[in-house]
């Protein structure tokens, strides 16, 4: 986990390729992935042989939502189904909950994942839109604070 302070031009160079590689060419989508938010943002990422192969990044409150955001969640094509990207989304909730202090964290996700996003606890609170052509929902987590 890193800010974007602390990434090495190496580090952003795959985060940004490996996006650029799943979200433009992979899923056909032309849109503008550099939206001025990385610069706030947490950037998980995982690499293997020098190579990006898995990130998503953490907005603070008020970038993108009223709450804490996850997004731009991905796994490189070949390293998908290895539950990677539960682990990812596993280290960014504990990492807001735990390190950050928040109890609340929404996300903008794929259609096709609702049931991927709601094993963690997060439900839906949209209904279906398009983004970028795809269709999208809403989820959110709210953590009970147990003290």
């Known amino acids: 986990m890193k800010k974007f302070s602390e990434l090495s031009l190496d580090e952003l ?16 989508c032309v849109y503008q992935d550099l939206d001025d938010k990385d610069q706030c943002a947490y950037h998980l990422f995982l690499k293997k042989d020098n190579d ?3 990130v998503l990044r953490i907005l603070p409150k008020g970038v993108s ?7 731009r969640v991905i796994v490189k094509k070949q390293y998908r189904g290895n539950g990677i990207s539960r682990e990812m989304i596993n280290k960014a909730i504990d990492f807001i909950i735990n390190d950050l202090d928040n109890d609340k964290i929404r996300l903008s996700g794929q259609a096709y994942l609702r049931e991927f996003y709601e094993s963690f606890g ?3 609170v949209s209904d279906v839109y398009l983004e970028d052509g795809i ?3 809403e ?3 709210e953590v009970k604070n147990e003290h």
């Open 13 to 28: 160079y795959g985060i940004l390729k490996l996006r650029s590689e799943v979200f433009v060419v992979e899923q056909d």
């Open 52 to 54: 990006v192969v898995a």
């Open 65 to 71: 939502y009223d709450e804490m955001a996850i997004g």
């Open 122 to 124: 997060f439900r839906k």
């Open 135 to 137: 269709d999208h929902f």
């Open 139 to 141: 989820f959110l987590l």
